[in-house]
């Protein structure tokens, strides 16, 4: 009986210890608060950290914006004011152009895993070090990088083929996504996103870059915009996971390895369930008599991506970093079959 008491007594010592030595990590997101990532990822994905890690990690998401701008993420974390952050990329763009380049290769990929791999195993994570490094001085550590859905284009009038873009226009934000439209034949437009809805509507724009399928339902695109573009053709926007370096060095190998095994599963899973939501409205709409969900054939694809190509090089001559992540890009999409 003695023996059984010690060895519990051992047992709730040792569990009080570990619970004493977790690490809870703050990590500011692109994401919004009632976003389906921002739930998908607290529901399924939080309580598996600290299971994987036995109680050592946990981690609190902050929703987009809460402490710093979204864009402001890289130095906030560089001074610990935040621990880490889970932002899409493309925010960093005015301080590097290889952000650009790392954060939407727009028309390049076809489907996030593709991209979530060049990331995890084609250099990717390496390329995005080397950006970051540029504008906080190794103060942060990147840990994992890729994408979880494709974008939709929502569009009020038919876009069936490549050529169908010629004179369409198109709400898309500046930069390199409106640089590939434009070079498609199409008239981007600078619109905020919170006026794509009335701009539809009205017919200031013929087609909007807006978001994934299911977020685009969400907020009735397709009640003003009836023939969505479905896989999306264009924009597949990557997120970066971070740590300030110093608490990724406090971390041991073990569990530097689980943290960032874990947001790749987290990623790849989400990713599915988009895609698994996303086919299941396509699928309701395509069966209604109000909406025609536009599939553009591969050899459409293949068009738009080769113009595409044109605009990253030209985009990448903005710096040697920029280069380099195109470089890196272009090597990984030729190793999957993407260019011949």
């Known amino acids: 009986m003695k023996f059984i ?23 500011q997101t692109s994401f919004n608060a009632g976003d389906f990532s921002t739930k998908y990822i607290t529901e399924n994905w939080l309580p598996k950290i600290a299971e994987m890690t036995e109680g050592r990690i946990e981690i609190v998401l902050i929703s987009n914006g809460a402490v710093v701008p979204a864009r402001e993420t ?34 390049g990929y076809d489907t996030p895993q593709q991209m979530l791999g060049f990331c995890k195993d084609g250099g990717g994570e390496a390329m995005l070090q080397q950006a970051v490094d540029s504008v906080t001085d190794g103060e942060v550590t990147v840990v994992a990088c890729g994408p979880y859905s494709r974008e939709a284009l929502a569009a009020r009038t038919p876009i069936r083929t490549y050529e169908d873009l010629e004179g369409k226009k ?86 530097q390895k689980t943290l960032r095994n874990w947001w790749y599963d987290a990623m790849f899973a989400m990713a599915e369930e988009v ?8 699928a309701r709409d395509a069966a209604s008599e109000d909406i025609e969900v536009i599939d553009w054939a591969q050899a459409d694809r293949d068009k738009l991506r080769v113009v595409a190509r044109e605009q990253w090089e ?27």
């Open 170 to 255: 198109i709400r898309s934000p500046e930069g390199l996504a409106a640089a590939v439209f434009s070079a498609a034949g199409a008239s981007p437009v600078s619109i905020p996103f919170s006026e794509v809805f009335g701009a539809l509507e009205k017919g200031i724009v013929d087609a909007a870059d807006a978001s994934a399928y299911v977020n685009n339902d969400a907020t009735g695109l397709q009640d003003v915009a009836p023939y969505p573009l479905y896989p999306g053709i264009h924009s597949m926007p990557s997120l970066q996971f971070t740590l300030n370096t110093e608490k990724w060095n406090e971390l041991s190998a073990e569990d």
């Open 74 to 107: 890289p130095p906030a974390v560089a001074a610990g004011v935040l621990d880490g952050d889970y932002t899409a990329v493309s925010y960093f763009s005015g301080l590097e152009p290889a952000f650009a380049i790392m954060g939407d290769l727009i028309s």
């Open 275 to 282: 895609s698994k939501l996303d086919q299941k409205l396509a």
């Open 314 to 340: 030209e985009f990448a001559k903005k710096s040697g970093l920029a280069q380099e992540a195109l470089d890196a890009h272009i090597a990984y999409m030729t190793k999957i079959g993407l260019f011949k």
């Open 5 to 27: 008491k010690a060895a519990l007594l051992a047992t709730t010592v040792s569990t009080i210890a570990s619970v004493a030595q977790a690490e809870t990590l703050n990590i």
